[in-house]
Nanobody, 125 residues
C-alpha cells in the first residue's frame, strides 16, 4: 500500500505563487511516474503535470506550461509543483497520484494507481 500526502495549498492572489508538495510513504518502488491533477467544481479532473523518477522526464498540460514546474526529491520520495503567475482559473482541488506501471501514458486519471486526498488551491482576482 502506498500513501500520498499533499500539502502547500491555500489562498493566493492572481499573479502570486504557491508550491505544492506530495510525499509518498509505505511501499515504494525504484521507478515511478508521479503526476498532479486538479478538479474545479463542476468540472472533470484534469492533468496538470507529471514527472518520472528515472531520468526525470517532465510533462505539462498546455495550461501549465511556462508557469508551473514539477520537480522531485528522490531521497525524500517527494514531488513538488511550483506554481507561478497564478490565475483565478487555477482554482481547484489539486491531487497527486503515482503510477508504478512503467507505462508511457500519463495524462489520464486511469493511468495512475494511488491518489492523495487533495489540497485546495484558491486564486483570487
Amino acid at each position: 500500500q502506498v500513501q500520498l500526502l499533499e500539502s502547500g495549498g491555500g489562498l493566493v492572489q492572481a499573479g502570486g505563487s504557491l508550491r505544492l508538495s506530495c510525499a509518498a510513504s509505505g511501499r515504494t518502488f525504484s521507478n515511478y511516474l508521479m503526476g498532479w491533477f486538479r478538479q474545479a467544481p463542476g468540472k472533470e479532473r484534469e492533468f496538470v503535470a507529471a514527472i518520472r523518477r528515472t531520468g526525470g522526464s517532465t510533462y505539462y498540460a498546455d495550461s501549465a506550461k511556462g508557469r508551473f514546474t514539477i520537480s522531485r526529491d528522490n531521497a525524500k520520495n517527494t514531488v513538488y509543483l511550483q506554481m507561478n503567475n497564478m490565475k483565478p482559473e487555477d482554482t481547484a482541488v489539486y491531487y497527486c497520484a503515482v503510477s508504478y506501471r512503467g507505462s508511457i501514458y500519463y495524462t489520464l486519471a486511469n493511468d495512475y494507481d494511488y491518489w492523495g486526498q487533495g489540497t485546495q488551491v484558491t486564486v483570487s482576482s
